[in-house]
């Protein structure tokens, strides 16, 4: 296909979201509130006059007749203190079971208003009536894996996104024409950034959350429009993309994190963190052992003696605050068990531990193993299950621990005693098991002595 074709394409692709979802949202019934014209007793406080107390499904029928959108709230003969939406839509009466938690719903979108409850619904039924076989071939043929269209959008940006590497990553791009290729503002970042210079091409899944869009959005996966009036599709938090609810299923994982969308360092998903920053390692991880080896290899006791508490704070507070500007020299912490005990509480805080709970039972039945050399196989087969950026942390710590044993005479810490201290803050059980956790501490020590022992094989 030649460019101009495709270009073509493309906009053919606009016009039949612009044209047809879009229009179709504007052409969809508005709702029409029929009134009772009496006193209704013990109506609830959060219903209107729309409330019409006990009726049956055929006097709501009859109330509703040839009024398309109108709409009525009822309480069930069958089921009293049950209530039900009773909406007039394709020339018959639609009825939905009412709920109220202190919004409005009848599914998993909810209101603030029965209106804009009755709004969304009679888009959404419009919409799906008259484009259904459309909608149900959305996500067959999606923009977002086009080459040629990703690169019509890198061209678009390109003048904004050809700065220095770290104002590439921090670059907001923002609309100059009020189109909608010129909204899907994600998926050129996404675009640009993977044409430039990130090195660190770890796979990360998108953190998708259900999102409500003010004024009209075009989803970035299929390009189509995203109807409704609220909760339209849903947005990644981590990197900003905005696509369909049934589209993000199809989504590959390529998030691309947004510097600013990450709040903190701490707590952060590991991922997320280094994709963010573009670097190999969490630079928590990289500053804390570049201090470490420069002046505390002989320190006694390091890692198992704690520094004060207040101090880790401050440490932790600085990383989130200053990220890798964050100053953790002598001058600021001369004692360096202060920075040993950051390191370790950034470990501690992750949402998902470097060894993940995906992979934690597996090395727990490795660690099992009575044959040593069975068991190094089987610890090497489960840590190639770890994700990228987990998997580099890790070999990158158990050589910095393997250096820490070598001062074995100086500071008393040997592999085993490391592996007490790190066992429990590098790998949790998935459930929150105080017996579990129990019953597995010795494997956990023995998994992260093997694998300080044995980093040169293993890694």
């Known amino acids: 296909m030649s460019a101009s074709s495709h270009d073509s394409g493309v906009e053919g692709r606009e016009r039949i979201s612009l044209n047809t979802l879009y229009q179709l949202q504007q052409e969809a019934p508005r709702p029409k509130r029929i009134i009772c014209p009496r006193e209704v007793e013990n109506r609830p406080k959060y219903y209107g006059r729309e409330f019409h107390g006990i009726i049956s499904r055929e006097q709501a029928d009859e109330i509703l007749a040839g009024v398309e959108g109108a ?6 003969q069958r089921q009293p203190g049950c209530y039900t939406l009773a909406l007039r839509f394709g020339n018959q009466t639609l009825n939905y079971r009412l709920f109220y938690d202190g919004k409005h719903f009848v599914g998993e979108k909810r209101f603030e208003s029965i209106h804009d409850l009755v709004t969304d619904g009679l888009i959404t039924l419009y919409i799906e009536t008259k484009a259904s076989e459309y909608i149900s071939k959305m996500t067959t043929n999606p923009i977002y894996e086009h080459i040629g269209y990703a690169t019509l959008l890198r061209e678009k940006v390109s003048r904004r996104l050809s700065r220095t590497k770290n104002e590439s990553r921090k670059a907001s791009v923002t609309s100059e024409e009020n189109t909608p290729v010129e909204k899907i503002t994600s998926l050129v970042r996404r675009a640009a950034l993977t044409q430039n210079d990130n090195h660190f091409n770890y796979e990360k899944a998108h953190n998708f959350k259900v999102h409500t869009f003010r004024g009209p ?3 970035e996966y299929c390009a189509n429009f995203m109807w409704g009036l609220i909760a339209q ?18 989504v590959p994982n390529d998030c691309q994190p947004d510097l600013k969308r990450i709040k903190r360092v701490y707590c952060c998903d590991l991922t997320t963190l280094v994709k963010a920053h573009n670097t190999q390692r969490p630079m928590v991880v ?3 052992i570049r201090e470490i080896e420069a002046r505390g290899l002989k320190s006694e006791g390091l890692y198992r003696v704690s520094g004060f508490t207040e101090h880790i704070e401050d440490v932790k507070m600085a990383f989130d605050r200053d990220g890798d500007k964050a100053d953790i020299s002598a001058s600021i912490y001369p004692d360096i ?10 470990f501690r805080d992750l949402p998902i531990p470097v060894i993940t709970y995906d992979t934690y039972s597996k090395f727990i039945e490795a660690a099992k193993i009575s044959n040593p050399d069975e068991r190094l196989e089987a610890i090497h087969e489960v840590l190639m299950l770890l994700p990228a950026a987990h998997y580099e942390t890790l070999r990158y710590l158990m050589i910095h621990l393997k250096k820490v044993t070598l001062h074995e005479k100086e500071n ?12 429990p803050t590098l790998m949790r059980p998935p459930e929150d098991s105080t017996l579990a956790t129990l019953n ?3 494997y956990q020590k023995l998994i992260v002595q093997i694998l300080i022992e044995n980093e040169d094989v293993l890694f």
Do not use: P, T
């Open 217 to 219: 959005h075009w989803c």
């Open 233 to 250: 599709g849903v947005r990644c938090s981590d990197c900003g993309l905005n696509v369909h609810k049934q589209c993000s299923k199809y």
């Open 412 to 423: 008393f810490m040997n592999a085993e005693n490391l592996g007490i201290v790190f066992g």
């Open 337 to 346: 068990n202060i920075i040993a005990g950051a390191l370790k509480l950034y």
């Open 286 to 288: 990289d500053s804390c």
């Open 71 to 76: 709409y009525i709230l009822r309480e069930s």
């Open 440 to 442: 597995d501490m010795r």
